[in-house]
C-alpha cells in the first residue's frame, strides 16, 4: 500500500484488537447442536510482494516456506478501459481479494480509511451459508479492517485484530488462534514487503524482507502443521497472495496500470484447476502481454467459499471471479451492451466443450440454457431494464458473474 496516502487457515479469538484494546463483535445466535466442519482456510496476504522477486528469492533460496506451495502469475486491477479498472493499490486491492469483485461492486477506488466496502465479503457470505462458522482478520495495515468495520459490526467478522504495521504481532496472535482457537477462516496480512519497497525500491533491503515475510509465512505454517497433529480431521486450503505489484524500474511505487504493477502470484498448498494453471494462451483482449489469459485476485474469495462449501448459488451469484479448485467454470467472461441497442452481449472462454448445458441467468432470473460448444449469448430482453445489471454464467455448475449499466463500456 502507499503509506502517504493512508496514515494459510486461521483466527484468535472475538473481538476487534489493535495491539491491547479489545473490542467485540456483535454476537450471532448460539446453535442447536453445532457440527463442526473439517474444512477451514488461511489466507495470507503479503502486500506489495513482487512477482519476479518473490521467484528470484526462491531460486537463491531465501523463502524456503512459500516455495512450498504451488505458484502462479495472476493479475490486479480490473480490465482497464472497463469499469472493473481500478489502481493497483492496497484499499482496491484488499477489497477485490476479500469480496471477489472489482470496485465497480465493491466501491473501495483508493486507500482511505473512510471508505466501506458495498460488496458481500467472503466473511460475510461464509456467515449467510453458515452462522455458526467463525472469522478473523488480522492485519498490519489497519485500513483493511476500516474497510470492512460493517463486516465487523455486523458479526461476519468475529475478531478482527489491528497490529498497526508490526507483523510479528500478526504472526503471534494468528499463531495462538491457529493452535487453540476455533476459527474456520482466517485471513492474515502481512506488510513489510510493501514498506520496504516504497522507501527502498528493489534493493538487497527489499530481498531481505521477502525473506522476513517468508519466515513469517514458516512461522503459521508450523503453527498450522501442529493444529493439524490435534486435529487430524480438518482440511486447510492455504492461499498467499499479493494487493499488487510494483512499478519498474525501481520498484518504489504503485498505483497504475504497468504491466509490472499489474502483475502478482496467488500460491496454494492445494493443487489448482486450469484457471490457475492453464492460462488462456491468446486471450480475448491481448493487452499486458496476455496478462489477462491469467487467473485474477478476483478468484481468491470463491476459491475460498468453494473450499468451505459456501459458495453461492447461481441465483445468489455476485462475484466476477472463479474457483480456482474443483471444476472449471466460464473464463473471461465479458459483458457489453451492442452499439446503438439495447441488446446485452456476453461472451466466455470454455475449455474442452463436450456439449455441456450452459445456464445463464440476469439479475438471479434464469434467462437461457446453451451449450458449453457455443461462447456468446445475445440478451434482446434489455429494453425494460434499469440500473445495475448482473449477469451470470454457469459451466459445470461453476458460477461467474459480472455487472453492467445500460450505457457504460465492456466489463
Not at 445500460?406 to 466489463?411: C, I, R, Y
Amino acid at each position: 500500500m502507499s503509506h502517504a496516502t493512508v496514515a494459510l487457515s486461521l483466527a484468535f479469538s472475538l473481538g476487534l484488537i489493535t495491539c491491547g484494546a479489545v473490542s467485540h463483535a456483535a454476537p450471532l445466535p448460539p446453535p442447536d447442536a453445532p457440527q463442526a466442519n473439517p474444512h477451514k482456510a488461511l489466507l495470507i496476504g503479503v502486500d506489495g510482494l513482487q512477482y519476479e522477486k518473490l521467484r528470484q528469492a526462491i531460486k537463491q533460496g531465501m523463502a524456503p516456506n512459500l516455495a512450498r506451495l504451488q505458484l502462479a502469475k495472476s493479475y490486479v486491477g480490473g480490465i482497464d478501459g472497463t469499469t472493473t479498472e481500478q489502481t493497483t493499490g492496497s484499499g482496491p486491492g484488499w477489497t477485490t481479494i476479500l469480496t471477489g469483485s472489482w470496485v465497480d461492486r465493491h466501491k473501495v477506488p483508493s486507500n482511505n480509511d473512510e471508505w466501506r466496502n458495498q460488496a458481500p465479503s467472503v466473511f460475510k457470505q461464509l456467515k449467510l451459508a453458515d452462522p455458526q462458522r467463525k472469522t478473523a482478520s488480522i492485519v498490519s495495515w489497519n485500513t483493511i479492517n476500516h474497510n470492512f468495520a460493517d463486516d465487523i459490526a455486523n458479526g461476519y467478522i468475529d475478531l478482527a485484530v489491528d497490529c498497526a504495521e508490526d507483523d510479528q504481532c500478526v504472526a503471534d496472535k494468528t499463531g495462538e488462534e491457529l493452535e487453540h482457537g476455533q476459527s474456520d477462516l482466517v485471513f492474515v496480512h502481512l506488510d513489510e514487503t510493501d514498506t520496504v519497497g516504497h522507501r527502498d525500491g528493489f534493493s538487497p533491503a527489499y530481498q531481505q524482507a521477502i525473506q522476513s515475510v517468508d519466515s513469517h509465512v514458516g512461522q503459521l505454517l508450523a503453527a498450522l502443521s501442529r493444529r493439524q497433529a490435534t486435529h487430524p480431521q480438518e482440511d486447510w486450503l492455504v492461499i498467499v497472495a499479493p494487493d499488487h505489484g510494483r512499478r519498474l524500474p525501481d520498484g518504489h511505487d504503485h498505483g497504475k496500470q504497468t504491466l509490472s504493477e499489474k502483475t502478482t502470484f496467488i500460491a496454494l498448498n492445494k493443487p489448482g484447476n486450469a484457471q490457475l494453471t492453464a492460462p488462456i494462451a491468446h486471450p480475448a483482449n491481448p493487452a499486458h502481454k496476455g496478462l489477462y489469459g491469467y487467473a485474477s485476485q478476483a478468484d481468491i474469495t470463491p476459491t475460498l467459499l468453494a473450499h468451505l462449501g459456501a459458495l453461492p448459488a447461481a441465483a445468489q451469484y455476485s462475484m466476477d471471479g472463479l474457483p480456482l479448485i474443483g471444476p472449471v467454470g466460464a473464463r473471461q467472461l465479458t459483458v457489453r451492451q451492442l452499439p446503438g441497442r439495447a441488446d446485452v452481449k456476453l461472451t466466455w472462454h470454455t475449455d474442452r466443450p463436450t456439449g455441456t448445458p450452459v445456464q445463464i441467468y440476469r439479475n438471479g432470473e434464469p434467462i437461457a440454457t446453451l451449450k458449453d460448444t457455443q461462447q456468446a449469448y445475445v440478451d434482446t430482453g434489455t429494453q425494460a431494464l434499469e440500473g445495475p445489471v448482473n449477469y451470470t454464467v454457469v459451466v459445470h455448475q461453476v458460477p461467474e458473474s459480472r455487472l453492467i449499466t445500460l450505457g457504460d463500456k465492456a466489463h
